[in-house]
């Protein structure tokens, strides 16, 4: 019988140290641009595998590490700040498409680096979802001109931010009609 348990005790103890692996590796570095770059990989590949909780968890602690840094940071890790703050926003709003964190998510990315076109599209989708469709395409529009001015050009950035403006366009009746039933309860 005892034995029996002990085996128990031994796989659910493998299975922790399975699950905490990534995150385990992740906090061996000294160094903390190579950490939160490993933190934001760890987290992509959850959100790709479908795991979105588990994903929201890691990049919060990506947030949590890019937020102890100081403001006289290097330009790098303004951008990969920028970067973590709008995956974090980009992960809530799968799980909660109207979470209110998502756009002051999306403004504290602008505020680490106002040169990121990844975080003005999400706050443009932000502000789509909550039906300011004006101040949604101010901000793609916004993304694209830096997408364009970047070296190289960014043009993944500008397809994506281009199918949101379409997605934006082709759903602006229906979010209206979801923000005029939640606004008449």
């Given at each position: 019988?005892?034995?029996?348990?002990?085996i128990?005790?031994?796989a659910?103890f493998?299975?922790a140290?399975?699950?905490?692996?990534p995150l385990?590796?992740?906090?061996?570095?000294?160094?903390k641009?190579?950490?939160?770059?490993?933190?934001q990989?760890i987290?992509s590949?959850?959100?790709?595998?479908g795991?979105v909780?588990?994903?929201?968890?890691?990049?919060?602690m990506?947030?949590?590490e890019?937020?102890?840094?100081?403001p006289?940071d290097?330009?790098?890790m303004?951008?990969?700040a920028s970067?973590v703050n709008?995956?974090?926003?980009?992960v809530?709003?799968?799980s909660e498409?109207l979470?209110?964190?998502?756009?002051?998510?999306?403004?504290?990315?602008?505020?680490?680096?106002?040169?990121?076109?990844?975080?003005?599209?999400?706050?443009g989708?932000d502000?789509?979802v909550?039906?300011?469709?004006?101040?949604?395409m101010?901000?793609?529009?916004?993304?694209?001109?830096?997408a364009?001015?970047?070296?190289?050009?960014?043009?993944?950035?500008?397809y994506?931010?281009?199918k949101?403006?379409?997605w934006?366009e082709?759903n602006?009746?229906?979010i209206?009609?979801?923000?005029?039933?939640?606004?008449?309860?």
């Amino acid at each position: 019988m005892m034995k029996w348990i002990a085996i128990a005790v031994c796989a659910l103890f493998l299975l922790a140290l399975w699950n905490a692996w990534p995150l385990l590796y992740a906090w061996t570095i000294g160094d903390k641009v190579e950490r939160v770059l490993r933190l934001q990989r760890i987290g992509s590949r959850y959100l790709s595998r479908g795991n979105v909780k588990r994903a929201e968890a890691v990049f919060k602690m990506a947030v949590g590490e890019c937020w102890e840094s100081q403001p006289s940071d290097t330009p790098e890790m303004k951008r990969l700040a920028s970067d973590v703050n709008a995956s974090y926003a980009l992960v809530i709003g799968k799980s909660e498409p109207l979470h209110p964190a998502i756009g002051l998510l999306a403004r504290g990315a602008i505020a680490r680096d106002p040169s990121n076109p990844f975080a003005h599209e999400i706050l443009g989708m932000d502000l789509g979802v909550h039906n300011d469709s004006v101040g949604a395409m101010a901000e793609f529009n916004e993304g694209i001109r830096l997408a364009r001015e970047a070296e190289p050009v960014d043009s993944e950035a500008i397809y994506r931010i281009n199918k949101q403006i379409l997605w934006i366009e082709e759903n602006a009746a229906k979010i209206a009609s979801v923000h005029r039933t939640a606004a008449s309860e």
